[in-house]
């Protein structure tokens, strides 16, 4: 986590200054290191810990708060992209919003441009399409809540 954040707020720096091709040969040196890719476009506040976090993916547009926590595995990433009339992607916001004290588990997927709201707890293994209002707990289903079937 140390590590990989120490790449991306050198990337980010870089990003912003319009140091482009830069940016991104400083963020994949972090990823060869620690296996988490993070774009240096992406707006990251204080705090974030990334744990266990091979795997982790976190997309160009995406913003994430104060003191948050990512697990192995979690994509933050676009669910499409927006094309220009000669079939281009345009720049625009296609990754999520994660606000302050965010949790979210092991392979979970939080995909487009939506908002996941302040100390909301996401699961392992989930994939998010639409907004999550502040303090939610979202997770799978267990198999013992499936109303039971008879074997005929």
Known sequence: SFKV???YRLAHKLYLNGHY???RWVSQRGVRKTGIEIHPGAQIGKGLFIDHGNGVIIGETTIIGDN??????????A?????DENGHPMNLPRHPIIE???????NAS?????????DSIIGGNVWITHDVPPHSKISQG???DAPSQKNV
């Open 5 to 7: 954040m120490m790449h």
């Open 21 to 23: 091709f830069l940016a």
């Open 68 to 77: 948050c926590t990512l697990y192995q595995g979690v994509t933050l990433g």
């Open 79 to 83: 669910k499409n992209f927006t094309l």
């Open 100 to 106: 302050d004290h965010v949790t979210i588990y092991s």
């Open 110 to 118: 939080v995909l487009g441009r939506i908002t996941i709201g302040h």
């Open 142 to 144: 267990r198999l013992n």
